[in-house]
């Protein structure tokens, strides 16, 4: 894979599906639909998809690709994919909250080794560089021109207490019995990928997720905070969080940054 090339389009096809996101959010109204899984999906969902998947086809047709809402018709027999959730935070969508986010990444043997996540309502684009390095992007986010970028770092709470970020639409009381086993300074809650974000670039240290969640919600945002020096590992054995499985569901997981000693789940 082109990585220089890859992230010219990524980062091209995330702002422009960000603004059509943005055209129908700001509507006074527009139409929200229930899947087969029970989650919903909106005008927005299929725009930013069909805009994301003719971008990467054209672009890379030789890449197989996974999105959400083409997601019955994939089979994962390839070792690299490209994996896309157009929009990741439905709920917070629906609701206006603003915490949603434009998800591609491109996946290597079981590993998401880059990523892009823009949250447009937010104004925050965060990505790994062609090198593997998450960076933020500040100024206009013009599809067409890169602004200016600033290394993002995962921070180490050393003797401080935790700043966690968990799930502002699924978060349940096992979360918050897990959460509860660390010495906290302060909790916040996000909705999307955002959260994985925060983590990267320091505003948070741990973001456990006990709830489902699919391949396509996470891949982006993990590869961003890999890049920061965080890691995903699954929850029941603390063993890295990996890409390619059949059904493409994920385990519960935490995201953490460096130097956060992790509390094993309680025995059952």
């Known amino acids: 894979m082109d990585f220089d090339r890859l992230l010219d389009v990524t980062r091209r096809l995330a702002i422009e599906a960000g603004a059509a996101i943005m055209e129908i959010y700001d509507r006074p109204d527009f139409d929200v639909r229930t899947k087969s899984d029970d989650s919903p999906v909106t005008e927005a969902d299929e725009a930013a998809d069909a805009l994301i998947s003719a971008g990467l086809r054209a672009a890379f047709p030789d890449t197989l690709l996974v999105t ?7 089979d994962l027999s390839a070792a690299t994919f490209l994996i896309v959730d157009p929009l990741d935070g439905t709920k917070e969508f629906v609701q206006r909250r603003g915490d949603f986010t434009v998800n591609i990444a491109y996946v290597a043997n079981g590993v998401p080794v880059r990523g892009i996540v823009y949250a447009p309502a937010r104004g925050r684009l965060f990505y790994t560089d ?3 390095r998450a ?9 067409a021109a890169a602004g200016e970028t600033r290394p993002i770092s995962a921070r180490d709470p050393g003797d401080d207490a935790l700043l ?5 639409s699924h978060r349940d009381q096992a979360t918050d019995d897990y959460i509860g086993r660390y010495d906290v300074a302060d909790l916040v809650s996000a909705g999307s990928s955002l959260k994985f974000c925060l983590v990267a670039c320091g505003e948070a240290h741990l973001y456990p997720r006990l709830g489902r969640t699919m391949e396509w919600d996470t891949a982006a945002g993990h590869a961003v905070l890999a890049g920061a020096g965080g890691r995903v590992v699954r929850f029941d054995d603390l063993d890295p969080l990996g890409y390619g499985k059949e059904g493409f569901a994920n385990p519960f997981f935490i995201a953490h940054a460096p130097g956060v000693s992790l509390k094993r789940p309680a025995s059952r």
């Open 164 to 168: 966690v970020v968990a799930s502002k």
């Open 135 to 143: 960076v933020e992007e500040f100024g206009a986010h013009d599809p």
């Open 130 to 132: 062609a090198a593997g």
């Open 68 to 74: 959400e809402e083409q997601a019955d018709s994939h």
